[in-house]
Structure formats: structure tokens, C-alpha cells
């Protein structure tokens, strides 16, 4: 009986494929989908983008960037940026140390608000903050009298920006440190460190590459943000006018150079980040990619 | 350091994690807290390191009051149980973490940390390893490094949290002795979580059974064997 097997004639070799594993031709398929479509989507915007820009010489670019306006704007941009992107780093790191550490009432409800930015509308943001701070509200009539108005003016559009930005470092910082745990900190508190020496010494340098990461994120989208700043700002050219705006308002009168430059300029930027943060998802591929796991 | 557990309860939720529970260490002991998880051994030895808070009860360091002492004031070397090592930092800054952390006053001058870091480190008879960071050392090296970085700062008790729990069965035997060896050789009050009984009955002078977040019975190990006083006791022990 067990002989059986040996009796039989042998069987011709069958080529066998890992579950997994789909056939050559759907797999080419896919990755030239994929690629199609991030030739139409990303790629031949960005070319028309430098295209336009450079479409009379790179003189007559770098002369529309040399407008006043223009520069109003960048400076404008440079400034928001520079002061939404410490305070979301700030937002975040509290948010993400309140929500990996400690058990209260009503986390949940944080963790979803958190991601509220990613989920309304830009538009629907710098309205509310219109609503809350206007020239026709109480806090708005009190804010203006003090000489300190939010709406058509700097902390607007830095509050729109915060607004708009603060999900990225939370949302980068938070699984790390969850899965990092408190036992290092702890640990840090047993050997007679402070609270302050425990978080500059333990917790910043285990989250610096996750923070990092989250920062350079909520730059990107700082100096791209339209929607909330638009709301806000009253577009205001050369005072509230941030670059998106003043693209947009050259655009609008046909000034394609202009408008395009600037374009190329904030693309470039994106470019920027984007190639940092992939030269930091290179190098510290181990301690980022508890994100990914999450 | 002579402790004095006294009336120690504390609840999480609604769940009681200590009936009141009291407990008498003489000073230099090495004492095992012995019993299956969810019996309140860990939760102890975190009041005692200052780490969690009891809701009623008092502690007493040497006749005095430590109830309301600060983590940092324990002075409780802790040992966690997966060694909780700083990943950033090399095996010579774990170890001279809690000295560089003291009060300016206290602290001792950069040669003066080294030399006892060097010294930390023969102890634990790892005298080259100062250099790695912690990802590149063995279980039991870990093991060592945490008990090294614990006894830094001079503590007032040793205090570790199943430190053996991460280990393989040969490690575990070899470490034992070294543990041992360390409280021999420093005389300090050692506390141990485990919930092996065969680890607690070898290593300590003295076993604290716990179940429930009661102390079942407190005893030198041959007298728990000799004398069980519960049905608990005797099934833990035999099995």
C-alpha cells in the first residue's frame, strides 16, 4: 500500500506560484498604470509649471520675482511659515505627550479632532475664524480697538495656517511614542532626573527623526496653504497677499509669467522638502517606520 | 535600608490592584515578590520606587515616612523589566545618566564619572562594552548594563522589576548567581519581582507570595515549602 506512491509513474514538474504572487502581465499592468498616471497628475504640471515660467527667458522670470509685490508676498510666506510651523510643533508635541501618556476623559474625542483639519474644508476653517474674529463680532470689535486685528492681517493668517498644518506633527510623533512606551522615561525619572532634563535627554531625542518629519511636512503645506488663508486674509496685495494668493490674483489678470514664476518658486520649495524627507526616510528608515506600522 | 510596608492599598479603575497589604523588609535583605500575573507584585514595587502612588497606607524607609517622596527622591535603583535602556545613548552614558543628572553641587567632575562608570562596568564584568549602544548588546548584557546604570546612583535599595523575565534559560541560571553576587558585594535591601517560583525559591533570603492583591504568606524559602499556609501557596510552589 505504501508502495503505492513509488509505483506510480512520475509526475512532469509543475512550475508552482506563491499565493501571493500575481502573473507577470497584471503586474506590468499595474506598475504602468501607476506610472501613467503619475506622469498625467504630477509630473506634467510640474514641467508646465517651470515651462510657462521660463516661456520668455529666465530674465523676464527672475524680473517678476523681483516685483515689489512679489516679494511682499514671498516675505509674507517666508513669515507665516516661520511662525505657524514652531507653533504646530509645539500643538503637536503636546497633543501627542498628552495622548501616548496619560488616560482622560474625552481622548477619543481628541485623537478625532486632531485629524478634523485633514477633514474640513480649508474654506470652512478661515470662515469660522472670520466668524470668531471679525470686524462684526464683539471679540473682533475688542481685538481691532486694542490695534491687535486677526482677520485681514498677520495672526489671521498664521491662526489659518496653524490650523490647517497642525494634524502633521501629532499625527507623526504620536505612534512613535506610543510604541516607545513610558519605561525609558521612567527609568530617566528612577535615576533622579527632573521632569524638563527627562524630556530634553529621553523623549526629544527618541521622537527627533518622527518631529522632524512632522515639521517638514507641516512646512510644505504652510507655505502651499490656499483655501484658509484666502478666507482670512482679505488678499490684500502686497500686505496680506501670501505667494498661493498672489499666484492666484496674477493669474487672474493674465500676468502668466509672473503668476508662473512664482508657481515654479513654490514648487521648487515642495521639491525641497520633499527631498529632505526622503534623505531622512533614507537614513533613518528603523526609527520612523513605527508610523508605518500604525 | 530597613522597609516598612504599611497598610499599602491602591486601585486602578474600579479594580483593586492592592487589598491593603503590609510588609516588613529588614534592611540588606534579597526579597522575592512571587506570584502569577494580576497579583499586585509589580504594582508594590512600583510604590515603593515612587512610580505609582498608594491610595492609603504609609511606606517606611529606616522608621521614616516616604510616602510623599518624589520618584527622584526615593533614590530607588530600578531595574525595568525589558531594561528600558536609553537606545540613543551608549552603554557608558546609560551609566553615568543618574550622575550627570544630580544637582550641580552633587555632581560628581567628569573624571570622577568615568572612573566609577569604568568600575560599574568590571562589576558587571563587562568592562568593554562601554562604547556599543544597547541594540548591539546580547539579553543578558542588557540586563547587566540596566543593573549597572540602576547601582550608579548610589541607591538606597535595588528595586527590579522580573529581571529575568526576557531571558533564556541558560542566561537566566548565569544571572542569577551575578545578582546574588551584586547584592552580596553592595549589602543593598534588594526587592525582585517574579513569578517564577523556582527563580524566587534559589535566589531569595526571604519570598513574599502574593495573589489577588493579597500577601499570601511571607517566609524564608524553606519554610514556605515546609509550612504552606494556603491552598494557594502550596499549588504555586509545587508547580
Request: glycine share 8%; proline share 5%.
Amino acid at each position: 500500500m505504501f508502495d503505492a506512491a513509488h509505483l506510480a509513474p512520475p509526475r512532469p514538474a509543475r512550475r508552482f506560484r506563491a499565493a501571493t504572487e500575481e502573473p507577470a502581465a497584471l503586474r506590468r499592468g499595474l506598475i504602468g498604470l501607476v506610472f501613467v498616471l503619475l506622469a498625467v497628475l504630477l509630473f506634467a504640471p510640474l514641467v508646465t509649471v517651470f515651462g510657462e515660467a521660463l516661456s520668455q527667458g529666465a530674465g523676464a522670470a527672475l524680473t517678476a520675482l523681483a516685483e515689489p509685490e512679489a516679494h511682499a508676498a514671498i516675505r509674507l510666506t517666508l513669515l507665516v511659515t516661520a511662525l505657524s510651523v514652531p507653533l504646530t510643533a509645539v500643538f503637536g508635541l503636546a497633543a501627542g505627550w498628552a495622548i501616548a501618556r496619560f488616560d482622560f476623559p474625552g481622548k477619543a474625542v481628541l485623537i478625532t479632532l486632531i485629524d478634523l483639519p485633514f477633514s474640513v474644508s480649508p474654506v470652512v476653517a478661515g470662515l469660522c475664524l472670520v466668524l470668531l474674529f471679525g470686524a462684526n463680532t464683539t471679540l473682533g470689535d475688542w481685538l481691532v480697538g486694542q490695534g491687535m486685528p486677526v482677520v485681514f492681517a498677520l495672526p489671521g493668517i498664521v491662526l489659518a495656517t496653524v490650523f490647517v498644518t497642525f494634524p502633521f506633527v501629532a499625527r507623526e510623533i504620536l505612534p512613535v511614542m506610543v510604541e516607545q512606551g513610558r519605561a525609558e522615561e521612567e527609568a530617566a525619572l528612577t535615576l533622579g532626573a527632573s521632569g524638563w532634563r527627562m524630556f530634553f535627554t529621553v523623549t526629544l531625542p527618541n521622537i527627533r527623526w518622527a518631529l522632524l518629519y512632522g515639521v517638514l511636512l507641516a512646512t510644505a503645506r504652510a507655505m502651499g496653504e490656499f483655501g484658509a488663508v484666502a478666507v482670512v486674509s482679505g488678499k490684500i496685495r502686497g500686505v496680506t497677499a501670501t505667494v498661493p494668493i498672489a499666484i492666484e490674483m496674477l493669474y487672474n489678470e493674465y500676468l502668466t509669467v509672473a503668476a508662473f514664476s512664482l508657481a515654479a518658486l513654490l514648487a521648487s520649495l515642495a521639491l525641497v522638502t520633499l527631498a529632505l524627507k526622503t534623505a531622512l526616510e533614507w537614513r533613518h528608515a528603523d526609527a520612523l517606520s513605527a508610523n508605518r506600522r500604525a | 535600608m530597613h522597609i516598612e510596608i504599611d497598610e499599602i492599598a491602591k486601585t486602578f479603575g474600579r479594580t483593586a490592584a492592592l487589598q491593603p497589604v503590609s510588609l516588613s523588609i529588614p534592611s540588606g535583605a534579597l526579597v522575592a515578590l512571587l506570584g502569577p500575573s494580576g497579583s499586585g507584585k509589580t504594582t508594590l514595587l512600583r510604590i515603593l520606587g515612587g512610580l505609582e502612588f498608594p491610595e492609603s497606607g504609609r511606606v517606611l524607609f529606616d522608621g521614616h515616612d516616604a510616602t510623599g517622596l518624589t520618584v527622584q527622591e526615593r533614590r530607588a535603583g530600578f531595574v525595568f523589566q525589558n531594561y528600558a535602556l536609553f537606545r540613543h545613548m551608549t552603554v557608558f552614558e546609560n551609566i553615568a545618566y543618574g550622575l550627570k543628572a544630580r544637582p550641580r553641587a552633587l555632581r560628581p567632575e567628569k573624571e570622577e564619572i568615568a572612573r566609577r562608570v569604568t568600575k560599574l562596568l568590571e562589576l558587571i564584568r563587562l568592562p568593554e562594552i562601554g562604547g556599543r549602544y544597547p541594540a548591539q548588546l546580547s539579553g543578558g548584557q542588557r540586563q547587566r548594563v540596566a543593573l549597572a546604570r540602576a547601582l550608579a546612583i548610589e541607591p538606597r535599595m535595588l528595586l527590579l522589576d522580573e529581571p529575568f523575565g526576557a531571558l533564556d534559560a541558560k542566561v537566566r541560571k548565569e544571572l542569577r548567581h551575578g545578582l546574588r553576587e551584586i547584592h552580596d558585594t553592595t549589602g543593598l535591601t534588594t526587592i525582585f519581582v517574579t513569578h517564577d517560583q523556582e527563580e524566587a525559591m534559589e535566589l531569595a533570603d526571604l519570598v513574599v507570595v502574593m495573589s489577588m492583591g493579597r500577601i499570601e504568606q511571607v517566609g524564608r524559602p524553606a519554610d514556605l515549602r515546609a509550612r504552606p499556609a494556603s491552598a494557594f501557596v502550596r499549588e504555586f510552589l509545587t508547580a
